[in-house]
């Protein structure tokens, strides 16, 4: 048996609570009205294609990808569009939103909506890179970086390997999970297709050995393709970092300030693989995506495949209504999620879970003074000094923060959680990549 791979530097081990794990993926009904950002994306926003009082379907364009880094948005409904307006998102900003009233439920010509498996690739490398773009495929881990971008590979960059995250480290969450089980076969087509588009002959795909049976299930379905394997890995966060996945699985370290291609890899999530087998083998753009709704005190924890825009308060009366304890709802993991407001902001491209954490367990504690116990250091798995990065950022040290490497800073939130004087790490770190980010902006400019 293999040895289980993982990287080497730093790391922590929060319990897993992947309480859905064992919950199949169930369609959510569709909502009344979705609102649907033009923003889902790493990026530029995209512009609006529709106007108050249009008619559109289900997978129509309704905004459309607005410079090189930008992707396009479809509406996820048929139905009537009620207005163009500001409403904030799960950062607590107001975006730019299309809100449509739903009316029935009728798709765009063209798209297969057949539950049969289309293992059949025709398309050439560009249309498969065309269509990846068309259907506004993005990163589904959450980044929401724009994947036509992705495998547009610059000027000089060769690239070997194709990674398939399947690690889904970030506790409670289980979609990816549920996805794996459920759709293995399609996800298989979709990394032959990316392959393809790359020119690579050589796919791994990494998956933590706490889902024995999704790698059991990779494993048979993969007999007869030696150009794709599978690989356990240490259950240890954050291993679905894409540079901690380089590392752990060909061993190659991507430099400061680099990217994966720098090494010859490119990482893809496996909802993203699934997403891409949909755009090129059934021609549907990207308007529904799975998302785990989970937490001890919910009566049913589960996985839901949800379209795009649809308020959060629908996902919550599907897993019986919040609990009256409820202390906080965070859009994504414990990890590295954000706090929402309300429950009336929509679900979007990058939306992987909805985490309800009771009262007494989403309070922060007291705040001491840094003891230099250096733990932030040891569990950094970029290498970098949290507390100093921190401290930076308070004395606002621009220059500085970009000499210690701030923008490596992946906010896995490894430093936060380790720290015995509960210092907020994460959040000023944060900060200080949002500050020392713009003002690499403006000087490039």
Known sequence: MEALKTFKKGGVHPPENKLSAGAPIRVLPLPDQVYIPISQHLGAPAEAKVDKGDVVKTGQLIASLHGFVSANIHSSVSGKVQKIDLVPDSSGYKRTTIIIKAEGDEWMNGIDRSPEINPVITASPEEIRKKIMENGIVGLGGATFPSHVKLSLPRGKKVDTLIINGVECEPYLTADHRLMLEKG??????????????????????????KPDAIEQFNQILEGEPDISVHALKVKYPQGGEKQLIKALINREVPARGLPIDVGAIVHNVGTTFAVYEAIQKNKPLIERVVTVTGYNLQNPSNYLVRIGTPVSKLVEAVGGLPEDTGKIISGGPMMGKALSNTDVPVVKGTTGILIIPENQSRRKNIHPCIRCAKCISVCPQGLEPYLLMAMTQKEMLENLEMNNIMDCIECGSCSYICPSNRPLLDYIRLGKTTVGKMISTRKN
């Open 185 to 210: 076969p399609e996800i298989v087509v979709g990394i032959k297709l990316l392959m393809k588009v790359l020119g690579v002959s050589r796919g791994m795909i990494g998956i933590e050995h706490n």
